[in-house]
Every structure is written in C-alpha cells, then in structure tokens.
C-alpha cells in the first residue's frame, strides 16, 4: 500500500511538472560590446571587442563592423581600437551580418580628459514560467574577479519541487550550455550566488530548473 501511494504520488508530480514543459530551445542572436567604457581621452586608445551568441545561446568568433558615428571625434579601426581625437561624442556601432540578418549593439562614448570605464551591476525580476510560485528581484555585480548574483529580500520560491536549480545563461529555453550554479536551498528571502571567474557580461539570463525532469520553473533576463 506505501508503495502504491509512493508510485502515484511521483507520478503525478511526474506528469504535473511535464505540463510546463519547454519544447522550443532557440532564441534571437545576439550581438553584444563587452566593454563599458564611458569618457575616452583625448589622443588615446580603447579596445572595444564584443560578444556574438547565435540561436541556441553559444558563442561564436564572427567577422565584426565597427562603426563611429563622428570618426572626427573617435576613430574606430576594423579590429574595435579606438582613438579619441577631440573633445566630443559619438556612438560606436557594431554589426555582424547573420545571412542577411543584421546584428547589432551601440553605446554612446564621450571624449574628454581622462579615459573612465564604467564597471555597473545589473539586474532583473525573476518570474515563473510555470504553475509553481517564483518571484523576487536579483541584482549582478562584479567581485574582484569573480560576479556575485544577489536575491533580494522579496524572493520566494515554491518547496514544493523535486530538486529546484539555478542557472546562468544565455539561452532562456534549456540548461544545455548555462553555468549552473547549484541546487536552490533559500526558498524565501534574501541570500546570494559568487560565480568564480565570470564577466559581468557574460550571461544574459538567470535561470530555474526543475532538474530532475528537466522542466523549466522561471527566469529572470539580465538587464
């Protein structure tokens, strides 16, 4: 009879999970510049280089444009060196032509007296994807040479899944290729993730799963 009951009992939470299932694993590419870089000075060089995550969420090496919109303030070469020539603005664009489809990230640079990188945290909302309770805010921030994911206090997540994880990606949809973080053991309020060794650019998504029937619960883009 406790068998029985045991049996059914996976069952349903079996079949239950199966109904938020994910088929769909794509998404859009994505072009991104790595590097924030707010004021360049004047008569000195910045590198900018960027990031290309194709429709499943991977990195690729693809032949890059380079673009300044006022190269009489800042002239961009076709490997993403930069020279700020005088005082001013301009919007430094990069494009990769996907088949047809371009790709593309901008910022906007000044130039003035001294160069100033600009090292920001991000953050996001994360919400569930399914029938299962999943809310909170998350902040991302660099630690030395580490980032540090940071849950905030209005977080809270169901107890009621057969092993809950959290991940970093870039492709919302699946766990194929996300860092994962580990298991969740905070199911209410504020705690916090350090992922060694990672850019703060380097995901654009934070993810949960359903491990052990590999269901997605929610997700948070990062902003």
Same mark, same amino acid.
């Given at each position: 009879?406790?068998?029985?009951?045991?049996?059914?009992?996976?069952?349903?939470?079996?079949?239950?999970?199966?109904?938020?299932?994910?088929? *769909?694993? =794509?998404?859009?590419?994505? &072009?991104?510049? /790595?590097?924030?870089?707010?004021? #360049?000075?004047?008569?000195? $060089?910045?590198?900018?280089?960027?990031?290309?995550?194709?429709?499943?969420?991977?990195?690729?090496?693809?032949?890059?444009?380079?673009?300044?919109?006022?190269?009489?303030?800042?002239?961009?070469?076709?490997?993403?060196?930069?020279?700020?020539?005088?005082?001013?603005?301009?919007?430094?664009?990069?494009?990769?032509?996907?088949?047809?489809?371009?790709?593309?990230?901008?910022?906007?640079?000044?130039?003035?007296?001294?160069?100033?990188?600009?090292?920001?945290?991000?953050?996001?909302?994360? *919400?569930? =994807?399914?029938?299962?309770? &999943?809310?909170? /805010?998350?902040?991302?921030?660099? #630690?030395?040479?580490?980032? $540090?994911?940071?849950?905030?206090?209005?977080?809270?997540?169901?107890?009621?899944?057969?092993?809950?994880?959290?991940?970093?990606?870039?492709?919302?949809?699946?766990?194929?290729?996300?860092?994962?973080?580990?298991?969740?053991?905070?199911?209410?309020?504020?705690?916090?993730?350090?992922?060694?060794?990672?850019?703060?650019?380097?995901?654009?998504?934070?993810?949960?799963?359903?491990?052990?029937?590999?269901?997605?619960?929610?997700?948070?883009?990062?902003?």
């Amino acid at each position: 009879m406790k068998l029985t009951f045991l049996f059914l009992a996976s069952f349903i939470l079996f079949t239950s999970c199966i109904k938020d299932d994910f088929v *769909a694993d =794509t998404v859009d590419p994505i &072009l991104r510049i /790595d590097q924030a870089v707010d004021t #360049l000075a004047v008569n000195s $060089e910045f590198r900018f280089t960027a990031l290309y995550l194709n429709n499943i969420g991977t990195s690729e090496e693809v032949s890059i444009l380079w673009q300044s919109s006022a190269p009489e303030i800042i002239s961009i070469d076709p490997n993403g060196l930069a020279l700020g020539l005088q005082v001013g603005g301009a919007t430094i664009t990069a494009t990769f032509n996907d088949d047809g489809q371009l790709v593309q990230d901008s910022i906007q640079v000044h130039v003035g007296e001294q160069t100033v990188i600009v090292n920001t945290a991000r953050s996001g909302t994360i *919400a569930t =994807t399914s029938s299962y309770l &999943l809310e909170g /805010d998350f902040t991302l921030s660099a #630690l030395g040479n580490d980032i $540090e994911l940071s849950i905030a206090d209005n977080y809270r997540a169901s107890t009621a899944l057969p092993g809950l994880y959290v991940y970093l990606t870039n492709n919302p949809n699946t766990i194929a290729s996300a860092y994962e973080i580990g298991p969740v053991t905070t199911f209410s309020g504020a705690h916090s993730y350090t992922i060694p060794a990672a850019g703060l650019n380097d995901y654009n998504y934070v993810l949960y799963f359903c491990k052990p029937f590999n269901v997605k619960v929610g997700d948070g883009e990062i902003q």
